[in-house]
C-alpha cells in the first residue's frame, strides 16, 4: 500500500512539472511573439509617417495646380539666352602660343567657349576679383549718388598690407559710384573695403554675397573670401569661372561703363579741392598697343602672378578672355592680342 502511495506521489509530481514546463514554453513564446510586433512596429512607424508626409505633400501639390488658372501659350518663341558655356568637341586647346598657364576665350554672342587652356584648375585670381566685387556692389545698391565716409578702419588695413589705392583719406565722404570706379580703374582695395562695408557691413559677409552669386551664375569651382583679392590660400577660382562673372558684368549697363573707362574724376572734396583722378591701370599699361581691348581688369600678387579679364567686340560678336598665371603684366596683355587676332579675327 505504502508503494503504491509513493508511485502515485512521484506521478503526481512528474505531471506537475511536465505542466510547468509547457508554461514556461508557453510563457516564453507569448514573449517572443510580443517582442515581434513591437519590433515591426518600430520598423513601419517611420515608414508610415514618411507616407503620410509624402501623400499629404502630393495632395497641397495637386489642390494648388487645380487651382492654378490656365496659361496661354503663345505662337510666338520667346527668346533664348544661351545655356552656360562648356568646353566641348568644339573648343580649341590653347597651348604654347599663350604664356598664361590657364585661360578661356568665351563667345558671349554665340554662348560657347571658343579655346581654353586649363580652364578648370583652382588659382588665385588677384586683382580680377573685383570685377565680382563691381557686379555685386551694382546689384546691391539703390542710389549710385549716396555718399560713404572713409575711414580709418577701412583705410589703415589697405596700407599695412601694401595694396593698391584710390588716395582717398579718412573722413573723406564720397558718392558710392566713386567707390566703384575707385575699385577698378586704379584697383583700389580701399574702395573695395569701403563697398563691401557699404553693402554687407564687412568683408565676411561681402564675400559671402559673392560667392552666391558665382553659384547663380554657374561658376561651381570659385571660393571668395573678400572683396579685392589679396592673397588667401582659400580665395580660389577658375579661367572658366572668371570668364563667367566677367561676361555677366559685361552685360550690366553701369559694370560695363566702368570696366570700360579710361579715367574717372571724384568729384571734389575738402580733402581734395580738384577732386581726385582716378586712372585705368589697365589703360595705362596699353596705351597704343593691343588696341583689341575695350574694357578689362589686371591683377597681380606675388602668389597669383598676372591676370587679367578682357572684353572686346569684333565682327558683331562679344568676347571675353580671361588668362591667370602669367609671368608679366605685358605678357598677359600679349596673350589677350594673340587670341583675339587668331581666334576672332582681330584685324
Not at 193 to 219: H, I, P, Q, T, W
Request: aromatic fraction near 6%.
Amino acid at each position: 500500500m505504502e508503494r503504491e502511495n509513493l508511485d502515485a506521489a512521484i506521478e503526481r509530481r512528474r505531471r506537475m512539472r511536465a505542466r510547468r514546463r509547457r508554461l514556461l514554453y508557453l510563457r516564453r513564446a507569448l514573449i517572443l511573439l510580443i517582442a515581434a510586433a513591437l519590433l515591426a512596429l518600430v520598423i513601419a512607424t517611420p515608414i508610415w509617417i514618411v507616407r503620410g508626409i509624402r501623400n499629404h505633400r502630393d495632395r497641397i501639390r495637386d489642390s494648388q495646380a487645380d487651382t492654378k488658372p490656365t496659361v496661354t501659350q503663345s505662337t510666338a518663341p520667346l527668346p533664348q539666352k544661351p545655356a552656360i558655356p562648356a568646353v566641348d568637341g568644339h573648343t580649341v586647346s590653347l597651348g604654347s602660343e599663350i604664356v598664361s598657364e590657364y585661360a578661356v576665350l568665351l563667345d558671349m554672342t554665340e554662348g560657347r567657349v571658343v579655346a581654353a587652356k586649363n580652364p578648370h584648375v583652382q588659382a588665385n585670381p588677384a586683382s580680377i576679383t573685383k570685377v565680382m566685387t563691381l557686379l555685386v556692389a551694382v546689384e546691391n545698391i539703390e542710389d549710385l549718388q549716396d555718399t560713404y565716409t572713409m575711414s580709418y578702419k577701412i583705410i589703415d588695413p589697405v596700407y599695412t598690407q601694401g595694396a593698391s589705392v584710390t588716395g582717398l583719406t579718412s573722413g573723406e565722404t564720397v558718392t558710392v559710384e566713386s567707390l566703384l570706379y575707385g575699385c577698378i580703374l586704379p584697383s583700389g582695395a580701399d574702395a573695395t573695403a569701403a563697398l563691401a562695408d557699404y553693402v554687407a557691413g564687412g568683408e565676411e559677409a561681402f564675400a559671402d554675397l559673392m560667392n552666391r552669386k558665382a553659384l547663380a551664375l554657374g561658376a561651381q569651382n570659385t571660393h571668395f573670401t573678400n572683396s579685392s583679392g589679396l592673397h588667401s590660400m582659400y580665395h580660389k577660382t577658375t579661367a572658366m569661372d572668371m570668364a563667367l562673372i566677367m561676361a555677366a558684368a559685361m552685360e550690366n549697363p553701369t559694370c560695363r561703363q566702368v570696366l570700360s573707362a579710361r579715367e574717372y574724376l571724384i568729384p571734389p572734396t575738402p580733402q581734395h579741392p580738384e577732386g581726385l583722378l582716378q586712372t585705368s591701370t589697365m589703360f595705362n599699361h596699353i596705351g597704343s598697343r593691343y588696341t583689341c581691348v575695350m574694357a578689362g581688369k589686371t591683377g597681380y600678387t606675388d602668389q597669383a602672378f598676372n591676370t587679367l579679364a578682357t572684353y572686346t567686340e569684333i565682327d558683331g560678336h562679344e568676347y571675353v578672355f580671361v588668362s591667370m598665371y602669367a609671368n608679366g603684366s605685358d605678357k598677359a596683355l600679349e596673350d589677350a592680342h594673340a587670341v583675339y587676332r587668331k581666334y576672332c579675327n582681330w584685324k
